[in-house]
């Protein structure tokens, strides 16, 4: 299926095709994306379960009201282990799929392997965690001056990881290419983030419903807290609460690749508008012809 890539990337494209060349490109490039994220995904996030479970039957409420904090002291380990492990693969996944787009723009993605993937994904970490770090603090404090600077710069720094991941600008420059490329352009990229974060929601919750509704019935069934048992409250959460947290992983994993491939195509958009990068190489393969 992506024996011919079918995808013109370098193009300028209008509101609705970006939506359509961005499921257009995910539907033919679906195998080794998925395929290299749930070798990621899928081993990480039964470590995952072990250790929140194993963080909830930490907590013992007996300890705790004699005045021990070692459980709380067990519990909080574990759930840390966790959360270092689930940034782990959240920022390999992240740099995956923008590698992938990188290797989509040379050729280099006919034929390309989970290893060779995996491979370019590790060698990249690096640049994506700087990248991800600072603009996730450009954001946060953007927030806390007023809101709407925090979605300002959101939008800007939607099409910073495609700038590394094309140009290798490294974290800095990326974001510094970033506000070059948005100049003028940002209600519209603002509307295509807004569509695109509709729909990503929506295949989240269709692909959450069935287990949300398995545990409500089960609630409704007698099997969560009753009669304010703390045992039985613990009970609860030691099985409902790593459930959903690996049920929010997995769909994120899943829904992820939409976000990155819309931001690419965006990106590509605006540096075929602004600067004919596609229309030069085209012209130059011309006169080598």
């Known amino acids: ?27 033919q490039n679906w195998k080794p994306l998925y395929t290299a994220i749930g070798l990621v995904g899928l081993p990480p996030l039964v470590i995952i379960t072990l250790l929140l479970r194993s963080g909830m039957g930490a907590l013992d409420t007996a300890g705790i009201g004699d005045g021990s904090f ?27 799929v923008n590698e992938y787009i990188r290797a ?27 990248l991800g770090f600072l603009s996730g603090l450009m954001i946060v404090v953007g927030m806390l001056f007023c809101l709407f600077p925090g979605i300002y710069l959101m939008v800007v720094l939607m099409i910073a990881p495609s700038c590394h991941a094309i140009e290798r600008a490294g974290a800095t420059g990326s974001i510094s290419r970033a506000f ?3 100049k003028d352009e940002w209600w ?6 807004i569509i695109v974060g509709v729909i990503q929601w929506v295949i989240q919750q269709a692909l959450s419903l069935p287990i949300s509704l398995m545990m409500g019935i089960g609630l409704f069934a007698g099997m969560g807290p009753n009669g304010g048992d703390p045992e ?6 030691r ?36 600067e004919a990068v596609g229309l030069g190489e085209e012209v130059k393969r011309f ?3």
Not at 77 to 84: K, R, S, T
């Open 180 to 182: 070059t490329l948005m």
């Open 70 to 96: 070692g459980s709380l002291g067990a519990m909080f380990g574990y759930m840390i282990l966790a959360y270092l492990l689930i940034l782990f693969i959240y920022l390999l996944c992240f740099a995956m």
């Open 232 to 237: 039985a409250i613990l009970t609860w959460y």
């Open 1 to 27: 299926m992506q024996n011919e890539p079918t995808v013109r990337l370098r193009q300028v494209r209008d509101f609705g095709q970006n939506i359509s060349d961005t499921f257009t490109f995910l539907k």
């Open 287 to 289: 006169d080598q012809l």
């Open 188 to 193: 519209e990229t603002f509307g295509l983030v």
């Open 239 to 274: 099985t409902v609460f790593p459930i959903i947290m690996i049920l929010g992983l997995g769909v994120g994993m899943i829904t992820y690749p939409i976000g990155a491939i819309s931001a690419a195509m965006r990106y590509f958009t605006l540096v075929e508008k602004k």
């Open 104 to 130: 989509y723009t040379t050729g280099e993605h006919i034929g390309i392997t989970t290893g060779g993937l995996l491979q370019r994904g590790f060698s990249q970490m690096g640049s994506y965690f700087g």
